[in-house]
């Protein structure tokens, strides 16, 4: 009997022990599946890029370095393409005006969109509407901006028009016909495009800073502006930097805007370095010329993105110590 009692909780043991393994083996299968899961739905999305972003990335510095011209060719040609690039008078016209929009962007931008962050910092009545009224211009398509200002700045459509109506005869504003001036009204456009999202970004560091900080040197007799001068601005650091890599980015792909309001012209005194590549790849059958002009364009911004990305992701000092 004693034997009988022994084999069934043997039984009942090995019984046991079996359920517990399978429960541990559902257990081990769920937490891979869950810890697969993610990845198998990020994975479509990773493919896609890898093919249609930096596959393509590849693609094109390879055509770079060929004789391709209305087709892709393979035939090696080193730095010919390149050294066409600079050699034409174009190119030097584009890379002129990215130098004068670019900086002229950035520095406005920043400018109208600190005194903008400034301004609503002061917690004003009607502060949600204002920001809606600042911001709206980022949520339009480059394409709408473009066309919209083409109409203001038409000497026969808009502001010149207008004052005329109104009896200003003399007055004068026709920078957009005009091959000297006509890429300070693509500046324009865009400056009044951006500066809403710049003032967000500013807006979002002042919210940010300790007020105690903005107290204590009120109690000593501070004025506001040199609070804002010594004491707030200099903490905006991180806005500042991340709003100059945006803007400098945008500023070097900028294409849409370009061909809705001048078409890169009158002539090509408007041309940058995206409405070169576009000309010469797709309407000029210089695929190589196109392909050398984009990688130039990819260096560009790698210069601005790299370093910053290289700042932001590399671990700060004393992180690891804990």
């Known amino acids: 009997m004693h ?45 896609t890029t890898l093919i249609f972003v930096y596959g393509f990335i590849v693609w094109t510095t390879v055509l770079s370095f060929t004789r391709s011209r209305a087709f892709a060719n393979l035939h090696w040609a080193g730095l010919l393409q390149y050294g066409r690039v600079w050699d034409h008078p174009r190119w030097h016209v584009a890379v002129t005006n990215l130098g004068i929009y670019a900086s002229l962007y950035v520095v406005l931008c920043m400018a109208i969109g600190l005194t903008l962050a400034i301004l609503l910092d002061q917690r004003i009545r009607a502060e949600g509407g204002l920001r809606a009224i600042f911001l709206y211009p980022m949520a339009i ?54 500066s809403g999202f710049v003032m967000a970004m500013f807006l979002a560091g002042l919210r940010g800073i300790d007020q105690d900080m903005v107290k204590a040197a009120s109690i000593d007799g501070a004025r506001m502006p040199a609070i804002y001068r010594r004491i707030i601005i200099p ?64 260096c560009t911004v790698a210069a601005i993105m790299v370093p910053y990305l290289y700042s932001e992701l590399r671990p700060r000092s004393g992180s690891g110590s804990h």
């Open 235 to 298: 903490q905006l650091r991180p806005a500042f930097v991340s709003a100059f890599v945006i803007l400098v980015h945008l500023a070097v792909k900028s294409y849409e805007l370009v061909v809705a309001l001048t078409g890169a012209g009158p002539g090509y005194s408007t041309e940058l370095p995206s409405t070169f590549m576009y000309s010469f790849t797709f309407t000029r059958n210089e695929l190589g010329m196109g392909a050398a002009s984009a990688v130039m364009m990819l």
């Open 141 to 194: 398509s480059f394409i709408v901006t473009g066309t919209a200002w083409k109409w203001i700045l038409n000497p026969g459509l808009g502001l010149a028009k207008l004052f005329h109506d109104w009896g200003w005869t003399s007055f004068r504003f026709d920078w957009i016909i005009d091959s000297k001036m006509a890429i300070y009204t693509v500046v324009i456009a865009a400056v009044w495009q951006a």
């Open 3 to 47: 034997t009988t009692h022994r084999t069934a909780h043997a039984s009942t043991q090995g019984t046991v022990d079996e359920s517990h393994l399978d429960d541990k083996r559902r257990s081990s299968r769920r937490n891979r599946f869950e810890q697969a899961l993610p990845k198998l739905v990020l994975s479509p999305t990773l493919i």
